[in-house]
């Protein structure tokens, strides 16, 4: 056995073990597949979170029915937000990665959880292996007063970590980050694949077998991604993204896996002078600063989970200078731009040979559903015909390659959604039967339609 029976390198591919490591699985040929694995007496021992071994069949099988209830069991944060993506507060016994670029909030949220939690009296461990706890300190003062009770340890040995978090007791331990945590059961510097997967693994069951909830942060790579094994998302339980411009001060939290609620909710919040402050209204976030009486711009309502948001698309057709017209498409796929152009031409009658298209979803947003065809084209025949669309209108529909109008999903909670933040008519398809929440509702057969009626 390798270093004493300390650790093999294991393919993530074939699962084969290989006493040394190299950029090829010999038994399968999957390249920078091999990961430094824990085994034997140290693997085994080091497993438990106290360090002692556990008897062969210490957990027994019982009845679901027989198991007291915990389902309800959260703590709230009181960041409104963070509470609402993950379902409802905290789960105790679960473990959390948050994901996100450098500087975009994540320590931040993780403090500011931390003090709430021990405002309420839920003690917290606060772990930082990145910044000093003098920096951590002025975070606190930034923060201002709950976080000057929060328990901050710098230490990036996982061995340590769990004593602390057990001597406290912690209820809520938050390490920031999993990247830079590493264990003396593996040889590897920390953020390596093993390293990081191990000591996933050793929280995942800290976590499970004592009780308190863990939240980690994890560094992402360049494609966006969390840096470490693909196999870190399945370990933990709920995977949340930290997102936004930087230039911007919104930031979103994005649910992408949660065991305990659902996924791809998203909570908003604006960072200020003094930490990340939830945004109360959220549905209307992105539309705050749209100029109205311009044209080429249009709003729709898209879903993010279960909730409405209303977003501005903004759209610019001018003549081309000279050469191939440009299509530049910011926060839309801009294939999708080229089909909606494509039809607008051939179904509604607007030339765009010989113009330059720009368009732009306004506050970083990403249009990902097709319901939000209808309003990219509204922003496009606002613009070529320089009439600005009315300022308390929104479009819901998909862009057929017929040039239909076909009706969108949850459309009745859009447009309730709309008509609360001042919104007073919808173009919408025609086939669209239902509740219209109080709005005018304008139903389409076709964009020719839709180009007619804007021309108007
Ligand atoms: P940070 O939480 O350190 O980001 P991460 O841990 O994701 O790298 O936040 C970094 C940015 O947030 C930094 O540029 C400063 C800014 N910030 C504020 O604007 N207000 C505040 O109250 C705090 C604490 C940070
Ligand atoms: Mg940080």
């Known amino acids: 056995m390798p270093k004493g029976g300390r650790s093999v390198f294991r393919c993530t591919e074939c699962g084969t073990d290989q006493p040394k490591w190299g950029g090829r699985c010999e038994a399968c040929g999957a390249w920078n597949s091999l990961v430094e694995e824990a085994v034997g007496r140290t693997a085994r021992t080091a497993g438990r979170p106290d360090g002692r071994h556990t008897p062969v069949g210490s957990a027994t099988p019982v009845r679901l029915s027989e198991m007291h209830s915990t389902s309800g069991a959260r703590w709230k944060t009181g960041l409104a937000e963070f509470d609402f993506v993950l379902g409802g507060g905290i789960v105790p016994g679960s473990v959390t990665l948050v994901g996100g670029e450098p500087g975009i909030g994540k320590s931040t949220l993780l403090m500011q959880c931390a003090a709430r939690l021990e405002a309420q009296g839920i003690s917290t461990l606060y772990v930082s292996g990145e910044e000093s706890p003098d920096q951590l300190r002025l975070r606190a003062d930034r923060l201002g007063g709950d976080a000057g009770a929060i328990h901050a340890l710098g230490e990036t040995r996982l061995e340590a970590i769990l004593h602390h978090a057990a001597a406290l007791p912690a209820k809520v331990v938050l390490l920031d980050s999993i990247q830079t945590t590493y264990t003396e059961a593996l040889e590897g510097a920390p953020g390596n694949v093993g390293q990081v997967r191990e000591c ?139 089909v909606l152009l494509a039809v607008l031409e051939r179904r509604g009658g607007l030339p765009f040979g010989g113009l330059d298209v720009f368009v732009n979803v306004t506050g970083g947003v990403r249009l990902i559903e097709p319901s939000t065809d209808l309003a990219v084209l509204a922003a496009l025949v606002s613009s070529v015909h320089d009439r600005p669309v009315p300022a308390d209108t929104v479009f819901l529909g998909e862009v057929g390659l017929g040039g239909e109008i076909r009706p969108v999903t949850a459309a009745e909670r859009r447009l309730v959604e709309a008509g609360r933040q001042g919104f007073r008519r919808a173009f919408l398809s025609s086939r669209f039967r239902g509740p219209t929440g109080g709005l005018e509702v304008i139903g389409l057969e076709g964009i020719s339609e839709l180009a007619r009626r804007l021309a108007a």
């Open 200 to 338: 996933a693994a050793r929280l995942m069951r800290f976590a499970k077998e004592t009780g308190p909830a863990v939240v980690l942060v994890g560094h992402v790579t360049k494609g966006g991604g969390i840096a470490g094994p693909k196999t870190l998302e399945h370990i933990v339980d709920t995977v949340l993204y930290f997102e936004g411009e930087s230039t911007l001060d919104h930031r979103l939290l994005r649910a992408v896996k949660n065991r305990f609620g659902s996924v791809d909710e998203i909570g908003v919040f604006r960072m200020t002078g003094t930490g990340l402050e939830p945004v109360a209204n959220p549905a209307a976030a992105f539309l705050a600063g749209r100029s109205t009486g311009v044209s080429g711009s249009a709003v729709t309502a898209l879903m993010e989970g279960t909730r409405p948001m209303l977003v501005e698309i903004q759209a610019l057709a001018s003549t081309a200078g000279f050469g191939t017209p440009q299509r530049v498409a910011t926060g839309l796929d801009h294939r999708r731009l080229a």
